[in-house]
């Protein structure tokens, strides 16, 4: 194999046993790139702690690579005498420099600094750490709109907790308490952050039907005749309309939708039993019926936490979710957990 222009040739022994060199940091590197340990940083530091061994003269030889602010080397690159240096390219974009310098001085006697293999070896290993930085870049803008979005559907969440509240300010609190509680209920039970933050968002809003509900019934100061009760009924299904086109990536209108279903089946509005409801819905259930009977409502006194753990006590495993209503009575308990505004 032959060396940079005007250089000699290596002994075929000792041009095996570069090559043979080379082709391990190759290796090396890409069980690196595919083992995604620790993220960008950590990947790219151990490119560079890879390198030099690759080199000629490795005892000698410092890798660096630049990204932006960031850079990753293996030592003081001021005091390098000779540097190959290759461009980092993401999408035909420059992202930074992969380089290798010598600390010490080679002359041509020596073959020169840097072989026309080596060349070629950080040439390739600048196409890899490009692609990764490419594949990290889209990555990053993939959960930049995530962001973006989620905090848009909490603007838009807060928006529509607030229209419900304006329509019946007696309650006023009453979904963000409800919210709170179903939270601290799903963390005690241990359930995951991506389901925990759905069933939030869900209980912010999940009297939002209610704008439907004619507002001298929200506000009656007296108890409800059958006839207003089943048009108050009509409020969970009503949610579930003003949500169900909106591309939440939570079960945000479904959560709505079940939140007054009871395990044996006697809920509303469709009279599912407990198996058929997500997880999220048993919980707000729960939240809601506890924090409903903690609160003052205009035709009563609120009836204190005491009737409201009996009320789930009593009917745990038959209107609700018996580790749902365990979860919550844990809080209540043995943690000290008010509903208080």
Not at 266 to 273: D, I, T, V
Request: hydrophobic residues 40%.
């Amino acid at each position: 194999m032959s060396s940079a222009a005007g250089v000699s040739l290596l002994p075929i022994q000792q041009a095996l046993k570069e090559r043979t060199k080379e082709l391990h940091c190759l290796q090396q590197i890409e069980q690196i790139v595919r083992a995604n340990a620790g993220g960008i940083d950590d990947i790219l530091q151990n490119v560079v702690d890879t390198i030099p061994f690759a080199w000629r003269h490795s005892a000698s030889a410092i890798a660096r690579i630049s990204r932006g602010e960031r850079i990753y080397q293996t030592g003081d690159f001021d005091r390098c005498l000779s540097v190959l240096s290759v461009q980092i390219k993401a999408n035909d974009n420059v992202c930074g420099l992969i380089e290798v310098g010598y600390t010490k001085s080679f002359g041509l006697d020596d073959e020169g600094p840097f072989l026309l293999e080596e060349q070629l070896l950080l040439d390739t290993i600048a196409t890899r750490i490009g692609t990764l930085i490419g594949w990290v870049m889209a990555e990053e803008r993939l959960i930049n709109t995530h962001r973006e979005k989620i905090a848009l559907y909490r603007r838009l969440i807060l928006v529509l907790g607030s229209v419900t509240e304006m329509r019946a300010p007696y309650t006023a609190g009453h979904q963000k308490r409800v919210a709170d509680l179903s939270v601290a209920i799903a963390e005690q039970m241990g359930l995951p952050e991506r389901e925990v933050e759905g069933l939030q968002l869900a209980a912010s809003v999940h009297d939002i039907g209610k704008v439907v509900v004619p507002t001298e019934i929200l506000c009656k100061p007296t108890r409800l005749t059958r006839h207003e009760y089943e048009l108050i009924k009509d409020h969970a299904q009503a949610g579930h309309n003003i949500l169900k086109d909106v591309d939440f990536p939570w079960p945000i209108a479904r959560i709505v939708l079940e939140h007054h279903e009871r395990m044996n089946g006697s809920g509303y509005p469709n009279a599912l039993p407990g198996e058929d409801l997500l997880m999220e819905s048993r919980v707000l259930a729960v939240a809601d019926v506890v924090e409903s009977m903690c609160s003052h409502r205009p035709y009563r006194a609120g009836l204190g936490i005491p009737a409201a753990l009996d009320e789930i006590s009593r009917n745990s495993g038959i209107l609700y979710d018996a580790a749902v209503v365990d979860a919550c009575k844990v809080l209540f308990n043995d943690k000290g957990y008010s509903c208080r505004p």
